[in-house]
C-alpha cells in the first residue's frame, strides 16, 4: 500500500515544487482565457512556419525576393505598432484583439493558401503586418489583471503552448510526402485560416475587459485619433528616461532581427545547402519544440525575475553555439546529426530569449501606459529591424550561412551590453 502511495506522493509533491504548473493552476480570468486558447495558434500557424520559405521558392521567387518579403511585412508592422497603442486604447483589448486577429491571420492565410507568386506573398504580407495592434491588444488582455510576480512564468506558458503544435508535425510531412510540397501548404493554410478564426472567436467568447482597458476607452473616448497619437510625446519621453525600457528596447531589437533572419532563412540552408528533403523539414522544428518544452519545466521555470543577466548571457551563448554547428554542417548523415546537436543549443538558448524578451518589457513597461509604452516599442524594433530582411535576403544570395554570421555578430553584441547593464547598477526597474 506504501510503495504504491510514494509515486503519487511524488507526482503531488513534484507540482506543489514547479512554479510553472503551479502558475497554470492557478490562472484565472484572462491569463487563463489567453493561455489556455494559445495552442490553436500553434496548431494552426506553426504547421505552416517550416514551409514558409520554401514553399515561396517552389512558387517561383529567389533569396532577394523572399528577403524583400520579409522586409515589407516588418514595415507593415513598423506603420502597424505606431497605430497600436491609439487603436487598443480606443476600441478596448478585448475587442482589438479579435477583430485585428481576423485581419492579421485568418485573411493571410486564404492569400498565402491561393498564392501564385511574388505580390501575392508582398499584399499578404502588408495584412500580417497588422499583427503588431494585437500584439499589443493580447498582450494587454493577458497581463494587466494579472499578478506582477506571475509574469515570467505566464510568458513562459505562451511560448510553451506554442511548441506543442510539435506533436502534429509528422501531418505535415506526411501531407507533403503525399501530396508534394506546394499542395500540402495550401491545404495547411487553408486549416490555419479555420483554426485561427475559430481561436479568435473563443478567445473573446472567453475573456472580458481589462481594468485598466475599461479607465482607457472611458479616458480617450470622444477624442480624435490625432490626438491620441500625440500623446506618443509623453510616453516617448518617459521610456527613454528608464534606463531598464532602453535595455528592454535594446534586447527586443537584437532578438526580432535575430528571429526573424533565422526564421526566414533557416528552412533555406537546411534544404538547399545541408540537403534536407521537405517531407523532413518540419520533423527539426517538432524535435526543437519537444526539447523546448522539456526545458521550460525543468530550466526556464528556474529562472528569477530579480536575477536576469546570467539568464540571458546563457541565452545568447547558446543560440550562437547552435549556429556556429548549422553553419558549418556538410551534406549527409553527418549533417543530419549535426542539426539536431544544433537544434539542441537553439532551442536553450530561443527558449531563453523569447521568455526574457517579453518579460523584461512587461516588468518595465508603465502599467497606467502599457498599451502606448508596448506601441511604441514595437514601433521602434519594427522600424530598425525593416532593412534586415531585404539585407538578409541580400547576404543568402551571395552566400546562404552569411545571414547566419550577422546573427552571431549582433547576439556577441548583445552579451556585451548586458553584462555592461547589469555591471553598472542595471536592474528590472
Do not use: H
Request: glycine share 6%; with cysteine.
Amino acid at each position: 500500500m506504501g510503495a504504491k502511495a510514494r509515486p503519487k506522493l511524488a507526482i503531488k509533491d513534484f507540482l506543489a515544487r514547479n512554479d510553472l504548473l503551479k502558475t497554470f493552476f492557478e490562472l484565472k480570468g484572462n491569463s487563463r482565457a489567453c493561455i489556455f486558447t494559445e495552442p490553436m495558434w500553434g496548431l494552426s500557424m506553426n504547421l505552416c512556419l517550416p514551409y514558409a520559405s520554401v514553399y515561396m521558392l517552389a512558387l517561383g521567387l529567389d533569396d532577394l525576393q523572399i528577403g524583400v518579403v520579409a522586409s515589407v511585412y516588418m514595415f507593415s508592422q513598423m506603420v502597424f505598432a505606431f497605430l497600436s497603442g491609439a487603436l487598443v486604447d480606443r476600441f478596448g483589448r478585448r475587442f482589438s484583439t479579435a477583430v485585428f486577429d481576423f485581419f492579421a491571420w485568418s485573411l493571410p492565410c486564404v492569400i498565402w493558401a491561393f498564392a501564385e507568386g511574388f505580390w501575392f506573398f508582398i499584399v499578404a504580407a502588408l495584412f500580417n503586418g497588422i499583427m503588431k495592434v494585437t500584439t499589443v491588444s493580447w498582450d494587454c488582455l493577458m497581463v494587466e489583471d494579472a499578478p506582477p510576480d506571475k509574469l515570467t512564468k505566464i510568458y513562459s506558458w505562451v511560448i510553451l503552448c506554442g511548441n506543442l503544435s510539435a506533436l502534429f508535425a509528422p501531418v505535415a510531412s506526411i501531407l507533403v510526402s503525399r501530396l508534394t510540397l506546394a499542395p500540402a501548404v495550401r491545404i495547411l493554410y487553408i486549416n490555419a485560416f479555420v483554426i485561427m478564426t475559430a481561436k479568435l472567436i473563443i478567445l473573446y467568447a472567453l475573456s472580458t475587459e481589462t481594468q485598466v482597458g475599461i479607465i482607457r476607452m472611458k479616458e480617450v473616448k470622444g477624442q480624435k485619433f490625432s490626438a491620441l497619437l500625440s500623446g506618443y510625446k509623453s510616453v516617448l519621453g518617459t521610456m527613454f528616461r528608464s534606463r531598464g525600457m532602453m535595455f528592454a528596447l535594446f534586447i527586443s531589437i537584437i532578438v526580432e532581427i535575430a528571429f526573424m533572419l533565422s526564421s526566414t532563412f533557416w528552412q533555406i540552408i537546411a534544404s538547399r545547402r545541408i540537403g534536407v528533403s521537405d517531407t523532413m523539414l518540419p520533423l527539426f522544428p517538432m524535435v526543437r519544440s519537444i526539447i523546448s518544452i522539456v526545458l521550460f519545466f525543468t530550466v526556464i521555470t528556474r529562472v528569477s525575475q530579480l536575477r536576469l543577466r546570467n539568464p540571458l548571457i546563457l541565452g545568447f551563448a547558446s543560440y550562437i553555439v547552435s549556429i556556429v554547428i548549422l553553419v558549418l554542417l556538410p551534406t549527409g548523415a553527418l549533417g543530419y546529426t549535426g542539426l539536431l546537436v544544433s537544434i539542441l543549443f537553439d532551442s536553450f538558448g530561443s527558449a531563453i530569449l523569447s521568455t526574457l524578451r517579453e518579460s523584461i518589457v512587461a516588468i518595465n513597461a508603465d502599467v497606467k501606459e502599457r498599451s502606448r509604452t508596448l506601441a511604441m516599442l514595437q514601433m521602434i524594433v519594427m522600424l530598425i529591424s525593416v532593412p534586415f530582411g531585404y539585407i538578409g535576403g541580400f547576404l543568402s544570395s551571395i552566400s546562404r550561412v552569411l545571414p547566419f554570421v550577422l546573427i552571431i555578430a549582433l547576439f556577441v553584441i548583445g552579451m556585451g551590453v548586458t553584462y555592461i547593464f547589469f555591471r553598472t547598477g542595471g536592474t528590472n526597474k
